[in-house]
């Protein structure tokens, strides 16, 4: 079974970037469509951004929430297995716990972004 696992998260000022990663063993993620969403406390879990499968004819493809257009990048990088997500010019509103999700509804167990103002 596909296991995800996040890193990447931590505690960073208002302005600042950081870079999450989703990472699987023993398959390869580039067969997969993998999603970031994000969860902050008291509100409902919400799409961030996603890259399609290299199986597709889009494959590659990416698609951004408005509320992080420009300012965060998904990426793959196959030789490590994993998916990115570039998180930019953060703000305090970006707090919250990222996951990233493999279409089949496999879910890491997230990672925590807190972004002080």
């Known amino acids: 079974q596909l296991q995800l696992v996040e890193s990447g998260g931590g505690l960073v000022q208002s302005g600042g970037s950081l870079r999450l990663s989703c990472a699987a063993s023993g398959y390869t993620l580039d067969v997969y469509d993998i999603g970031w969403f994000r969860q902050a406390p008291g509100k409902e879990r919400e799409g961030v951004s996603c890259?399609?499968?290299?199986?597709?004819?889009?494959?590659?493809?990416?698609n951004y929430a408005d509320y992080v257009k420009g300012r965060f990048t998904i990426s793959r990088d196959n030789d490590k297995n994993t998916v990115n997500l570039q998180q930019n010019s953060l703000k305090p509103k970006d707090t919250a716990i990222y996951y990233c999700?493999?279409?089949?509804?496999?879910w890491g167990q997230g990672t925590q972004v807190t972004v002080s103002s």
């Open positions: 890259i399609s499968s290299s199986g597709r004819s889009s494959g590659g493809s990416t």
């Open positions: 999700r493999a279409d089949g509804g496999y």
